[in-house]
């Protein structure tokens, strides 16, 4: 076989003769990378295995669950589906700086200490490097927990054979390659084979493993690297939360063994990734129950298969120039921007001449639109310096009209405040299909903005 070289876009895979600033297949540039493929013309026919090939009918197939290793870290398991299946392979990526390394050595700490083996193999740090964080962040170090820093794979797998650990992490996996293949690190045909050389030793019949890589990350935040990396694994994480923020949190964009989109909060400290195990206390600004202040309102949004009690903070000032100031730390501008057209011209409330700011506690981020209501709520409140009742939540959407739409899994919401002692919470009308039981909680439902506002601050809109 003849050995040719050939250009592979990083983002696409597309495959191009020679070198060039741009790729042809996508809008990518400065994407290609070098790398060496086989071109054997002679070779016209498919090799067809013989003899009895083992195959099985689905209906006489047994379904088994995988067996998982629960850690002490609620909020990991949460994300992974309940713990970390043993013959799985899951890939977790974030930008630089946000955690993800402290995470897996608490994770391999915590391993550890059940009595199963862990390889933590970097290709980015040195021994001394990974010995001086786990000083850092573990109280102590186990002695099951194994490193090894280089970046070469037939080594890591070497490793494997020789320490026969439960659990591999890579750190990360564009750092390191396999001899076979003379292409440099993190291109694509390093990463794929290398990917696939550990998809083998965690899928192994005989001894099965869990491996955790580290994938890096894009500045246009994606996962690095082809598309089929993404497909070749069991999970993808994503750890949200840039270097310096003090919240993080952990989500899943792909889980075979759970729930897509379940994410798991985190509090960056010295010590380590502090789970936060209850969230609505961390997005809440803990108060006297009779103190009240303008500018804040509760809402309850769904992350998951989990409901969080979420505090709304606003800010309406007097502008002094011909552009008043639209500030949204926690949501898009343009749906901040059209909130405060609904509120303008549906309730009445002049805010032409008033800058608009606002944020959420904690510093999480509006996805869904159950928030709408609340968020409007809170510029009301600070527009009038009128505080809202520290026992009242809003959960609806609005539209356009400035009449209330219903939102989904409206009834857990309405658990969970009642859970938590909340004793008042406005919906849309005809929202609910059938009453809620529960009994501390008033739920009011409205038709329009307007009944809202009327009922929380009396007769009077401005």
Not at 10 to 32: A, I, M
Not at 161 to 187: A, C, H, K, M, W
Not at 241 to 256: M, P, W
Not at 319 to 331: A, K, Y
């Amino acid at each position: 076989m003849r050995i040719k070289t050939a250009y592979i876009c990083s983002g696409c895979g597309h495959h191009h003769p020679k070198w060039q600033g741009f790729c042809n297949n996508c809008p990518e540039r400065n994407s290609l990378v070098e790398s060496s493929v086989g071109n054997d013309k002679a070779k016209t026919g498919i090799a067809i295995a013989k003899g009895n090939i083992p195959v099985k009918r689905l209906s006489e197939t047994t379904s088994k669950n995988s067996d998982r290793i629960i850690t002490s870290i609620g909020e990991f398991n949460r994300v992974m589906g309940g713990g970390i299946v043993r013959d799985s392979i899951t890939i977790i990526t974030a930008e630089p700086g946000a955690g993800k390394s402290t995470l897996l050595l608490q994770v391999s700490e915590d391993v550890a200490s059940q009595g199963l083996r862990v390889l933590y193999a970097s290709g980015e740090e040195s021994e001394s490097q990974i010995k001086n964080r786990a000083d850092r962040v573990l109280s102590s170090i186990h002695e099951n927990v194994w490193v090894y820093s280089d970046s070469s794979m037939n080594n890591v797998l070497g490793c494997i054979e020789n320490i026969n650990p439960d659990v591999i992490i890579i750190d990360s996996i564009q750092t390191f390659v396999l001899e076979e293949y003379p292409s440099r690190p993190g291109s694509p045909t390093q990463t794929m084979e290398c990917a696939t050389a550990l998809l083998k030793v965690a899928k192994n019949t005989e001894r099965p493993r869990a491996v955790i890589m580290v994938g890096q990350m894009t500045k246009e935040n994606e996962l690095a690297g082809l598309r089929a990396l993404e497909h070749l694994v069991d999970t993808v994480l994503i750890l949200d939360g840039q270097e310096g923020e003090e919240l993080k949190q952990l989500s899943a964009s792909k889980n075979r063994y759970g729930s897509t989109g379940e994410i798991g909060f985190f509090s960056m400290s010295e010590q380590g990734m502090i789970p936060i195990d209850n969230p609505s206390e961390f997005f809440m600004t803990q108060r006297e129950p009779n103190e009240i202040v303008s500018g804040s309102a509760l809402t309850v949004v769904k992350e998951g298969t989990r409901p969080i009690i979420l505090e709304i903070e606003s800010l309406v000032s007097q502008s002094f120039t011909p552009f008043p100031s639209r500030i949204g730390e926690c949501t898009k501008k343009d749906q901040l921007n059209t909130l405060i057209s609904v509120l303008e011209q549906r309730a009445g409330i002049e805010l032409s001449s008033k800058n608009v700011v606002i944020k959420t506690t904690g510093g999480f981020r509006l996805k869904e639109h159950s928030s709408n209501l609340a968020v409007i709520m809170s510029i009301v409140s600070s527009f009038k310096n009128k505080g809202i009742p520290s026992h009242t939540v809003f959960i609806a959407d609005i539209g356009l009209t400035g009449e209330l739409k219903k939102v989904p899994a409206l009834e857990t919401r309405i658990r969970e405040l009642d859970r938590m002692g909340f004793r008042k919470v406005y919906i849309a009308k005809h929202a609910l299909k059938q009453p809620v039981a529960v009994k501390g909680i008033r739920v009011v439902p409205c038709n329009t903005l307007i009944e809202v506002i009327l009922d929380i601050f009396g007769k009077s809109i401005s």
